[in-house]
């Protein structure tokens, strides 16, 4: 069962996951969440930068940070995904919001397959703000068809190295099921989500509607993003969002 925590400076709570992203967040009472696209991504500590200056704008805290959203070269291997992870959090650390190996930020990390950054970009981010409104608001992070939290991704990754539709169906089907446990988790149903999103470079088209749509996921919409998750072997990557605004700066 997923452990849930709340990031009182923050004004969200958070599932508790790894030390470089939690599982999701959802707004505490009086707060909202909304979403920040940059029109042209930046290099990552930019990027961050970037997001905390424009929360100063807001007269919000640093600490009001709720999800990244990265763009990537290329899939790392897990040594490399480890260093990345680790530059990533020391920014949040600088923040004063990762501590004590705990991290409440969710995440989303995905590969371009054309376009491709030549450094990890920062993509969007999303943050609490004050309201008196009554609807709630949340972000899932990013998950692929793996489980998070062993020594190594590969020793679970679902189907390895089957990328045939068989093997992409259960790989979808084992991540759908993955985003319900942390919407349950923090209170929410499909029905909640703004958006919806899938990345993957392989065909999935045929299992949109099987698999996904019927299942309730696109009541919001789904993207497919022609993108790969960011550690090899791993294939399909889907988030979920339910904001009260989204932006572009």
């Known amino acids: 069962m997923s452990e849930i925590a709340a990031f009182e400076h923050g004004g969200y709570r958070y599932i508790k ?90 995440r989303t990390n995905v590969c371009p397959e054309y376009s491709r950054p030549k450094v990890p970009m920062v993509y969007a981010f999303s943050y609490t703000l004050p309201t008196e409104g009554s609807r709630e608001t949340f972000i899932i992070s990013g998950g692929g068809e793996a489980k998070e939290g062993n020594k190594t991704y590969r020793e679970s990754i679902v189907c390895l190295g089957d990328t045939s539709p068989a093997g992409m169906r259960s790989k979808i089907k084992y991540v759908m099921t993955e985003m319900e446990s942390r919407l349950s988790a923090l209170g929410f149903n499909w029905e909640a989500a703004v958006c919806t999103q899938g990345y993957t470079i392989h065909d999935i088209g045929k299992f949109i509607r099987p698999e996904i749509v019927e299942r309730g996921a696109a009541s919001g919409g789904f993207v497919w993003h022609f993108a790969r998750p960011p550690i090899v072997d791993l294939e399909f990557e889907m988030d979920v969002r339910g904001t009260a605004r989204e932006i572009v700066l």
């Open 17 to 106: 996951a790894v030390f470089q992203y939690s599982g999701g967040i959802a707004a505490e009472p009086g707060f909202e969440i909304e979403r920040a696209r940059f029109m042209k991504p930046m290099a990552l500590a930019d990027g961050m930068a970037a997001a905390k200056a424009y929360l100063s704008s807001l007269g919000r805290p640093v600490s009001a940070i709720a999800a990244f959203e990265l763009r990537s070269p290329a899939p790392f291997t897990e040594p490399q995904f480890k260093e990345f992870n680790e530059t990533y959090v020391g920014n949040l650390e600088k923040w004063g919001i990762y501590k004590n190996g705990i991290n409440p930020v969710a």
